[in-house]
């Protein structure tokens, strides 16, 4: 993103008259343009020959086109009375597999308690593999199974972060009606491990959050991006995610930018790039090793992993119209996660 605006000058335009276009002093103005433009282009007390004058970033003419930030920069989350439907597309590459899962789901926005936001998320659609509906007894199941989890109650904190599942209770409760559904079209001694392996999550909370917290959607739609950015609209990261699976997920740190301004489609722009920040090595991830295997006075990080995230958030009510987040994490081969999401009109 650019660190400046430019204002073509034109006759008989001064300091003066352009500073108070963009509510600046002319002084201010003079400091900042002096900063970027080419010494032969500097301002001392008039203009002289000078073709365009650099501003600030949030000088701009028409005040609608800043970005509505809170004390300290901070992108403020307020998603009360929220109802968005969305498409998703989650890619996942390993080796030399590549699968695509496709789907719609709704993201209902309940109450606010205690500091946390509550969210209802439910799928509206059926699930694609590779543009094709699902129709192997494997993926069926996993499919009709996990229809246990929907709708399904969360929460986020004040930075639209996913915290935690709140209606664990329900999905006991939602079972025995799923397991009926699944045995009048299934059966066989798959179906009974299946079902087996279920109801071992469903009997452990924890390994049920675990579970959860691995769904790529919702860790990319509440992955925490309202945050407090610093004079130049930028904020450090140090974020996990599951783009493998280990109870300690790699964790990235992810230098992330906001616009200011919004674009010519009203849109709200922030978009990251970061680098694995881990102190476990690749074996270490190979093996499933939560923590490094090996202790080191000067440790020194794996950062052989990638990190890039791209949001786009409606510019009225700064909720997330379509996003894109890439994960990557070098094994003894390369795994790759992306995830694209975008409201359905």
Known sequence: ????????????????????????????????????????????????????LFLPRTAVADKKKLVKLGHGNKLVFQPENSFLEYGVLITIENN???????????????????GFHFF???????????????NEIADLL??????????MQISVDQQGKFSNVENTDVFKERWND????????F???????????????????????????????????????YQKFNQDYLTEMTETFPVINNAIEPRFKIEVEI????????????????KLYDERSRYDFINGAPFSLIIEENTVM????NFRLQYFLNGETQLSESLYLECDINLERRKKISVVVAVID
């Open 1 to 52: 993103m650019q660190k400046f605006n430019k204002h073509n000058i034109q006759p008989g335009e001064t300091v003066k008259s352009i500073a108070n276009l963009y509510d600046l002093t002319e002084e201010s103005l003079k400091f900042f343009h002096n900063n970027y433009c080419k010494v032969e282009d500097n301002i001392l007390i008039h203009l002289t020959k000078q073709k365009e």
């Open 96 to 114: 030399e597999k590549k699968n695509e899962i496709k789907y719609n789901t709704s993201v209902r926005w309940v109450k606010c308690e205690n």
């Open 120 to 134: 209802e998320i439910d799928r509206i659609s059926n699930l694609f593999l590779n543009d094709e509906e699902v």
């Open 142 to 151: 996993a499919y009709k199974t996990s229809q246990v989890l929907y709708p």
């Open 178 to 185: 799923i397991k009926d559904e699944v045995y009048k079209e």
């Open 187 to 225: 059966e066989g001694e798959i179906v009974d491990e299946y079902c087996q392996k279920i109801e071992k999550v469903l009997d452990e909370p924890n390994s049920l959050f675990i579970f959860i917290k691995n769904d790529y959607f919702i860790r990319t739609l509440f992955f925490g991006i």
């Open 259 to 274: 616009d200011p301004l919004k674009d010519d489609y009203d849109l709200i722009n922030i978009s990251g790039n970061g």
């Open 302 to 305: 794996n950062d052989d992993g």
